[in-house]
């Protein structure tokens, strides 16, 4: 963060009486990590803050400290907007872009608090007074560490704080193991582990919680995993009727994308998720090396996201969406050699 915005960033907290923190729709380990985070820190400097999520997220982050306090926006928009018209100070943490929090937009866009922005992703939209954006930082969850750090308080972090950004370091970097993981992700998990975190423990709690239905659901997944070997791409489908089927809950299908891009020489990866309720199609893109499925997702679906993992989502029918990636694939032939 630049000096000038670490002071502004002091005196808009310092001047705050209501903060409200938000995170992007369909809220993952780092959106539910680092607001979580940031609800803990500021509520030691004694602050009125409310954390408001678009939707509901996944159980397996429901064991992060204080999650019971989330007020779920779409289960009740009206106290939410309540606090989003009252607050002097709004959060945007691992989104870019006001669209990204789905059916909140309208009440943020309205919102007369000044924002400050949090986040990794690409291209972020100017709304803020401060916008702290690095998008070669891994994780959110580390911008705020860093962010508590240009505060000059990273004595404030304590083993409730600690978890929350290590979950979220840990779930956007597939474990560690991304190439957004640093030396200085490493050091940042070492000082967080030396708080006294059992870090284990949250990898049991995040991927140690599977039900029967969710691993049946990903073997279906790796049935219908299809190649397309000439262009190095796999992809996954799951229609609404085998979601069903297996009960399939919020979740459920994260990670299940790396399974085909897993496959030896897969440059490419998608998965297809026909989503009955809000009648659209999720889709999450991944790739390795160059290949860009941030380009790739803005250019043809009007999504985003990081260059090796991106989403969006799509108003055409389920075998449409499939059948137009299919057909705009060859042109980038040469990409995906
Ligand atoms: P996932 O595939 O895990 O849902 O998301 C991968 C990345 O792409 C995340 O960083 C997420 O924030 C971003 N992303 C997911 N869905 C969308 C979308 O519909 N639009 C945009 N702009 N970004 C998305
Ligand atoms: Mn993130």
Redesign the pocket.
Known sequence: MKEKDIQKTKSAIQNADNIVITC?K?P?GDAVGSTMALYLYLKKKDKNIQVIVPNNFPDFLKWIPKTDTILIYDENIEEANTHIESADLIFSL??N?LH?TGMMQDALKNATANFIMIDH?QQPDDYAIVTYSDTSICSTCQMVYHFIDYLEDINLIDTDIAQCIYTGIMTDTGSFRFRSTTSTTHRVIANLIDTGIDNAKIHQNVYDSNSYNRLQLLGLSLTNLKVIPELNTAYITLSAKELQKFNAQKGDT?GV?NYALSLKGIKLAVIFKEDANENLI?????SKGNFSVNEF??THF?????TN?????SDLSFQDTITKFISILPTYKNELK
């Open positions: 992007h369909g993952d691992d989104y872009a990204r992703h994260e994308v999720k889709m999450s893109f991944r997702a803005r009007n999504g985003g996201g990081h993992a991106a989403g969006a989502v």
